[in-house]
């Protein structure tokens, strides 16, 4: 069974750095892009990014390429999503999911919150 | 960016009967390979999205057959021919075509 287990929630300050995890199981993790998406309180998806385990190629969207890094280890199946200085406007719910053309499998999301 | 518009954003439904949502897209999801990669999600509220289609229109397993998926180009449609009360939700739009992927901007569904 394929399976995306994100980290727990997490409140930061503005300025803080984080990076939220997403393991996958019941798959071949190095053979599927897994992609990054932000939903902001009440707000619609947005896709964010993208990378592939087996050779970490990475794709980002405009609106988050130099925001976030997105990254992947592959002995232990994960992928990462990181913030080198988060801003309030970061408070979101964060997904990870299964795919490069589609996304077939989701995480739990990960809330995010930054408040001073 | 590709711009996906949906329409309606909200749509009040009577139990048992039938919805439709459209979804364009700026620019043919048609991709090279021949394949048209456009896919519908249902959020249901408090959940992770959820994959309901996908190639316009292949409905996933376990997704209820009154769901269904159709258009080519630019303009696509998820119908729901008897909506009941685990329809209620936000259903989403996305083109998989093009760089960067992008999401319509979802459709409310709830009961009348």
Not at chain 1, 56 to 80: C, E, M
Not at chain 2, 1 to 26: F, W
Not at chain 2, 79 to 93: F, T, W
Not at chain 2, 94 to 105: A, C
């Amino acid at each position: 069974e394929v399976q995306l287990v994100q980290s727990g929630a997490e409140v930061k300050k503005p300025g803080e750095s984080l990076k939220i995890s997403c393991k996958a199981s019941g798959y071949r993790f190095t053979s599927f892009w897994i992609g990054w998406v932000r939903q902001m309180p009440g707000k619609g998806l947005e896709w964010m990014g993208i990378i592939y385990p087996g050779d970490s190629n990475t794709r980002y969207s405009p609106s988050f390429q130099g925001q976030v890094t997105i990254s992947a280890d592959k002995s232990i199946s994960t992928a990462y999503l990181q913030w080198s200085s988060l801003k309030a406007s970061d408070t979101a719910m964060y997904y990870c999911a299964r795919g490069m053309t589609t996304l077939d499998y989701w995480g739990q999301g990960t809330l995010v919150t930054v408040s001073s | 960016d590709v711009e996906m518009t949906q329409s309606p954003l909200s749509l009040p439904v009577t139990l048992g009967q039938p919805a439709s949502i459209s979804c364009r897209s700026s620019q043919s999801l048609v991709y090279s390979d021949g394949n048209t990669y456009l896919n519908w999600f249902q959020q249901r509220p408090g959940q992770s999205p959820r994959r309901l289609i996908y190639k316009v229109s292949n409905r996933d397993s376990g997704v209820p057959d009154r769901f269904s998926g159709s258009g080519s180009g630019t303009d696509f449609t998820l119908k729901i021919s008897r909506v009941e009360a685990e329809d209620v939700g936000v259903y989403y739009c996305m083109q998989g075509t093009h760089w960067p992927r992008t999401f319509g901007q979802g459709t409310k569904v709830e009961i009348k």
